[in-house]
């Protein structure tokens, strides 16, 4: 087993500092808008120790306070404090850019990309079959670039005829010369003829845009690498959200994400404890430089209780957790692929 870089055991000694440095300016004037990869928009309030807090379509149910716009004076303490977290950072940010840096140049590692590829061929090719009409597929989070289109995520679909809807934030306007010029690159990179075609790009967060559509609307959802960004308390209502837009006689929900070690893998003799300890210790400052992705989360649990097997409202097509040492500290990774069943309860 590949062990995380030593420098891990250097930032978590002095972790409770850190964590106190990412609090005491959180509460100041929104200063800009930032995406959550593609599902929903966020605000980063203050320096880039804000936490993130949700629209108020994703405003948590605790969240009464209001903000006054006004900015209350730090204390020299907390100065003090935001200054010593602020240079644990830089080391920290160093050694995640040299990981992003990495992965940018070369690829992300082939047993992510592979299953990621498995991932959208089973959502695609389990969806409902209507005669010879496509499958209608919203891919949350498709990225400004065109992530899973130019990485080949599609390259494993057969039989079927894909019919791609890529939402994303950071797409350019639609209807514009950049966003028709990326639409075309898009096309060219499938291919002519080919089974998978990108028929719309939309700029903005998923809710907001289909807005106007019907839930159940789309054969297959998908997403990869995106929920990791949706604020706390938020995940399980945007889950929620994401089944509604499945079809409900066998709509298709896959998914890649990274998740937290599996407490059963940390107590093993041979198991992630540096990994599972470090997900904790350095979550609240990956959130803070990192577009609030979270490190130690249960995505997959919260998807197993949206897409109940238990109630009879899901079965399951396909289930894994894995380890993708090359991408620390996200390397514990599950996928599935999740197939919605109409009940009477929806």
């Not at 891990?8 to 300016?25: A, E, F, G, I, W």
Request: aromatic content about 6%; hydrophobic content about 40%.
């Amino acid at each position: 087993m590949r062990k995380p870089p030593s420098l891990l055991l250097v930032l978590l000694l002095p972790l409770p500092l850190l964590s106190l440095s990412l609090y005491p300016l959180s509460q100041r004037v929104p200063s800009y808008s930032h995406r959550c990869n593609g599902l929903y928009k966020t605000e980063i309030y203050g320096t880039p120790s804000g936490i993130l807090r949700s629209s108020a379509l994703l405003a948590s149910d605790d969240d009464d306070d209001e903000y006054d716009g006004v900015a209350a004076a730090p204390t020299r303490r907390q100065y003090l404090v935001y200054a010593a977290g602020t240079a644990l950072a830089i080391p920290y940010f160093r050694l995640v850019g040299s990981v992003v840096k990495k992965l940018t140049r070369d690829g992300y590692p082939e047993d992510h990309v592979a299953r990621v590829r498995r991932t959208f061929a089973a959502a695609a090719e389990a969806a409902p079959l209507d005669q010879d009409a496509p499958v209608r597929v919203l891919e949350i989070g498709v990225g400004s670039d065109l992530t899973s289109i130019f990485r080949g995520y599609y390259g494993d679909v057969r039989g079927r005829t894909v019919r791609i809807t890529g939402v994303d934030p950071g797409l350019p306007p639609e209807g514009g010369p950049e966003a028709d010029a990326l639409l075309r690159r898009g096309r060219d990179a499938l291919g002519p003829g080919t089974a998978v075609e990108l028929e719309r790009l939309v700029r903005g967060d998923a809710r907001s845009v289909l807005a106007e559509v019907p839930d159940g609307s789309f054969d297959a959802v998908l997403c990869a690498l995106c929920l990791c960004s949706v604020l706390d308390g938020a995940l399980r209502g945007v889950i929620a959200e994401v089944r509604q837009l499945c079809r409900p006689d066998r709509g298709t929900f896959g998914f890649v994400e990274h998740v937290a070690v599996p407490a059963e893998d940390a107590a093993a003799e041979d198991g992630r404890k540096l990994l599972a300890a470090g997900q904790v210790a350095l979550d609240p400052l990956q959130q803070a430089l990192a577009h609030g992705c979270h490190l130690h989360r249960d995505t997959g649990r919260l998807v197993r209780e949206a897409f109940s097997v238990e109630t009879g409202g899901a079965r399951v097509i396909q289930s894994e957790q894995f380890y993708v040492d090359e991408m620390w500290p996200v390397s514990c990774q599950e996928r599935g692929v999740r197939q919605r069943i109409s009940t009477p309860f929806g």
